[in-house]
C-alpha cells in the first residue's frame, strides 16, 4: 500500500484542483462537473481503504499477537506504512465529503437564485 494515491485516467482532476475550483465563481453547470468529479474520487479512494482493511484484516493476527490489547495492536497498525495509508485515505474521504456538501449547497443557492429572477 503506497501513501501517493496515483489518479486513474477517468479522474481529470485531483483533489487540491477541485478546492481551487470551488473558490471561484461557478455555474450551476460548473457545480455539476465539480460534484461528478469529487463522487468519481470518493469511489476511488473507497476503492483503496477497500484494499487497506482487507490487508488489515489478513495482517491482524500477527499484530494482535504480540499486544496485550485491541488498541495497542491497532497503534502498531498504525504505524506501518499501509496504516498510515488507511488513516490518509480516510481523512481525503472525510475532506471530499465536506466538499460534496459544500458543492450541493452552492447548487441550491444557484438554483434559489434562478427562481426568485423568474
Request: aromatic share 4%; glycine share 4%.
Amino acid at each position: 500500500m503506497r501513501l501517493v494515491v496515483t489518479r486513474s485516467k477517468s479522474m481529470k482532476r485531483s483533489l487540491d484542483e477541485l478546492c481551487d475550483a470551488l473558490e471561484g465563481q461557478n455555474s450551476p453547470r460548473d457545480l455539476c462537473g465539480i460534484k461528478t468529479s469529487l463522487a468519481l474520487l470518493y469511489a476511488e479512494y473507497s476503492g483503496i481503504l477497500e484494499n487497506c482493511l482487507i490487508e488489515k484484516a489478513e495482517k491482524w493476527e500477527d499484530f494482535r499477537k504480540d499486544a496485550t490489547s485491541d488498541t495497542q495492536a491497532e497503534r502498531k497498525w498504525e504505524r506501518t506504512e499501509e496504516g498510515m495509508g488507511e488513516t490518509v485515505t480516510k481523512l481525503r474521504m472525510k475532506k471530499i465529503e465536506k466538499l460534496l456538501s459544500a458543492v450541493s449547497s452552492k447548487i441550491q443557492v444557484a438554483e434559489m437564485e434562478a427562481k426568485n429572477m423568474c
